[in-house]
T-cell receptor, first 114, second 114 residues
Framework: DVKVTQSSRYLVKRTGEKVFLECVQDMDHENMFWYRQDPGLGLRLIYF???????EKGDIPEGYSVSREKKERFSLILESASTNQTSMYLCASSSSGAPYNEQFFGPGTRLTVL | AQSVTQLGSHVSVSEGALVLLRCNYS??????LFWYVQYPNQGLQLLLK??????LVKGINGFEAEFKKSETSFHLTKPSAHMSDAAEYFCAVSDLHQGGKLIFGQGTELSVKP
């Protein structure tokens, strides 16, 4: 059974803290994605990666950074968390080669910044 | 630029009634289109996808969608709603300039009344 796992389901942090969200996939996928999900806004792409050590900005990269040192792992970093980053964060992965390849999603991390 | 619009942020149907969730897309070239479902407290799961092979696409759990180029639509239907269909549904289009990247609609929350 294919799997994308995220390190935490729920996370509570304080303003100004550095926050790490981890995502691991076991499907040997080249592509990995970080989304933010907010009511009424759907999913918005923060960053994505096509290969190890490669990253591309998505639609809303401000306030975030990413790291991909190994193929199976893609980390999202909030350098200094702010209350407007309270949200649901979803990680996804897909294989490369065709633009219609399915993205597989993790269960999400609900982050609250106080 | 490509985009997706889902008409209606909330749809409510009775159990056994027809489900119709609307999605319109904007694309200058034939698109690849997707419907994903998100059950409460879970990540997204692929329902079905259009890859130009057939205009009527059948997916999991009895759902299907029809690609209509003249109407730039890809509406999702199910003949008879079940309580377990209550979830949030997302339409998405593949970004043809960046393979593998998806552009999501705002989402439609489906409620099923007994």
């Amino acid at each position: 059974d294919v799997k994308v796992t995220q390190s935490s389901r729920y996370l509570v942090k304080r303003t100004g803290e550095k926050v790490f969200l981890e995502c691991v996939q076991d499907m040997d996928h080249e592509n990995m994605f970080w989304y933010r999900q907010d009511p009424g806004l759907g999913l918005r792409l923060i960053y994505f990666s096509y290969d190890v050590k490669m990253k591309e900005k998505g639609d809303i990269p401000e306030g975030y950074s990413v790291s991909r040192e190994k193929k199976e792992r893609f980390s999202l970093i909030l350098e200094s968390a702010s209350t407007n980053q309270t949200s649901m964060y979803l990680c996804a992965s897909s294989s490369s080669g065709a633009p219609y390849n399915e993205q597989f999603f993790g269960p999400g991390t609900r982050l609250t910044v106080l | 630029a490509q985009s997706v619009t889902q008409l209606g942020s909330h749809v409510s149907v009775s159990e056994g009634a027809l489900v119709l969730l609307r999605c319109n897309y904007s694309s200058s070239v034939p698109p690849y289109l997707f419907w994903y479902v998100q059950y409460p407290n879970q990540g997204l799961q692929l329902l079905l996808k259009y890859t130009s092979a057939a205009t009527l696409v059948k997916g999991i759990n009895g759902f299907e969608a029809e690609f209509k180029k003249s109407e730039t639509s890809f509406h999702l239907t199910k003949p008879s709603a079940h309580m377990s269909d209550a979830a949030e549904y997302f339409c998405a289009v593949s970004d043809l300039h960046q393979g593998g990247k998806l552009i999501f609609g705002q989402g439609t929350e489906l409620s099923v009344k007994p």
